[in-house]
T-cell receptor
């Protein structure tokens, strides 16, 4: 079955360390997205990618970096510059940016920085 | 900022219809209405979307008013597994930049009770 896989489900890191969250999709979707969710809040867009080797900043990109070397993969690195990295991170994909179809989300990675 | 207004929470009896309202008074002509839901600690799940006409699928029905300034998501026979946060989102796939992506507000927390 096609879908989006995020790994790991839970991640613990020490303050000051960079950490990379994995997101893989086998839906043949061109567009991919990273969102952050804090307790009791909606989702906020970090980065998005329309196509391979292209990505754009979302609303809260500071302290994060991404790459899109393959269509299937859109890893997110949470750097030490991110002031409050503890959150629930969600990856999503869609056929393309200009399509009216919905997004497919992964099951999320819960990052805790201690 | 989210372009929609939803009640913070709602209750529904199991087996009854759940009617979730959403106001989007500033919606523009090329913006679609999307509904997603998020069960605790999982990724959001796409439910349904529409532009002008009412829509129905195996999960729900979407009723959009004639002036498109509000809509209602209907779960015809709510079950305990429908307990979740429901997000109403308006989006134009034609809009460039991060505003063309899904922007999530806080949604409505629906509690289905036995």
């Amino acid at each position: 079955d096609g879908g989006i896989t995020q790994s790991p489900k839970y991640l613990f890191r020490k303050e000051g360390q960079n950490v990379t969250l994995s997101c893989e999709q086998n839906l043949n979707h061109d567009a991919m997205y990273w969102y952050r969710q804090d307790p009791g809040q909606g989702l906020r867009l970090i980065y998005y990618s329309q196509i391979v080797n292209d990505f754009q900043k979302g609303d809260i990109a500071e302290g994060y970096s991404v790459s899109r070397e393959k269509k299937e993969s859109f890893p997110l690195t949470v750097t030490s510059a991110q002031k409050n990295p503890t959150a629930f991170y969600l990856c999503a994909s869609s056929i393309d940016l200009g399509s009216s179809t919905g997004y497919t989300f992964g099951s999320g990675t819960r990052l805790t920085v201690v | 900022d989210a372009k929609t207004t939803q009640p913070t929470s709602m209750d529904c009896a199991e087996g009854r219809a759940a009617n979730l309202p959403c106001n989007h008074s500033t919606i523009s002509g090329n913006e679609y209405v999307y509904w997603y839901r998020q069960i605790h600690s999982q990724g959001p799940q796409y439910i349904i979307h529409g532009l002008k006409n009412n829509e129905t699928n195996e999960m729900a029905s979407l009723i959009i008013t004639e002036d498109r300034k509000s809509s209602t998501l209907i779960l015809p026979h709510a079950t305990l597994r429908d307990t979740a946060v429901y997000y109403c989102i308006v989006r134009s796939p034609l809009e460039g930049g991060s505003q063309g992506n899904l922007i999530f507000g806080k949604g409505t927390k629906l509690s289905v009770k036995p």
